[in-house]
């Protein structure tokens, strides 16, 4: 018997990494899904990877007459809504604060901010019908911290935070629950996306990022999508039936500031250092 039987969840940005992974472990734990995302081929594959009871979508999360017959998809399709999840980002506008062009910046909040709005606004619209249902947002350890990600994904994702706790406490009240998942650094094509390059590349670069992000935290391991959509998959059970509101962090440790060792390095070189003694001037007799 699998966590989700039963259950019907909306899945946007779910054609790779780690919308995809959320999508493969929520229908092995039994969910019907609707599986959203731009690029409808993929959408397709991986649909037809997970059997009947997963429907592709061609959506674009800008659009917010897509988001919604999303949502009316799932209801019209498999009779009603139990889990949103809001995974469809980008890296966005890159670059100095002084370089940033206008649209870039209503591109990157659209995606990254506002369409999670929109995703919040539609499930609650079904969702409150049955007075139950949980939101799981994908939020980030940039969202909190700087020095992680480019200022304006980051400035967005402190948004989705915030948004999370906000509409937690209005649709907790009606027995949905909002939650976020903020991951570190994760081995997924949205690094190489950001750079402009095409699929096959943008995975490529992911493996090869995975020995870099084996040193960045404490556990010594790179993140994997698959720790991510775990996390959700906890989020959308009934194991966190009493959670509302939380930002689940899923980095390894990586936001918990200087590691030991650095530490360790660092009291290391305090404690042998011995000021050189200056010469002593010479003067003349």
Same mark, same amino acid.
């Given at each position: 018997? $699998?966590? +989700? !039987?039963?259950? *019907?969840?909306?899945?946007?940005? #779910? ?50 007459a897509e988001i919604a017959a999303a949502v009316d998809l799932a209801v019209h399709h498999f $009779?009603? +809504? !139990?889990?949103? *999840?809001?995974?469809?980002?980008? #890296? ?75 509409? #937690? ?68 059970s009934d194991d966190s039936a009493f959670v509302n509101g939380h930002a689940l962090v899923v ?30 001037s010479s003067s003349a007799t």
């Amino acid at each position: 018997m $699998g966590k +989700l !039987d039963g259950r *019907v969840a909306v899945i946007t940005g #779910a054609t790779t990494g780690i919308g995809a992974e959320t999508a493969r472990l929520f229908a092995r734990e039994g969910a019907r899904l609707i599986i959203g995302g731009r690029r409808e081929h993929l959408a397709q594959q991986l649909a037809t990877e997970l059997g009947k009871d997963v429907l592709p979508f061609r959506m674009d999360v800008s659009n917010e007459a897509e988001i919604a017959a999303a949502v009316d998809l799932a209801v019209h399709h498999f $009779g009603r +809504l !139990d889990c949103m *999840v809001n995974n469809a980002g980008y #890296a966005g506008v890159l670059g100095p604060i002084d370089e940033t062009p206008a649209q870039e910046l209503d591109d990157t909040i659209s995606v990254n901010f506002r369409s999670f709005v929109l995703a919040i606004k539609h499930a609650a619209r079904v969702m409150r019908v049955r007075r139950s249902g949980t939101i799981i947002n994908t939020a980030s350890v940039a969202g909190f911290f700087t020095g992680y990600a480019p200022h304006v994904y980051s400035a967005c994702k402190a948004a989705v935070i915030q948004l999370t706790r906000s509409t #937690a406490t209005e649709l907790g009240e009606l027995g949905i629950r909002v939650n976020c998942i903020c991951p570190g650094p994760i081995a997924t094509p949205i690094f190489g996306s950001a750079f402009g390059l095409p699929t096959q590349q943008a995975e490529d670069l992911a493996h090869r990022l995975r020995a870099y992000f084996e040193t960045v935290q404490p556990i010594k391991r790179s993140g994997e999508a698959t720790d991510v959509a775990h996390a959700a998959l906890w989020l959308a059970s009934d194991d966190s039936a009493f959670v509302n509101g939380h930002a689940l962090v899923v980095d390894g440790g990586l936001s918990l500031g200087q590691s030991w060792s650095g530490l360790q390095e660092y009291f290391s070189r305090i404690l042998s250092y011995t000021p050189q003694q200056a010469s002593p001037s010479s003067s003349a007799t």
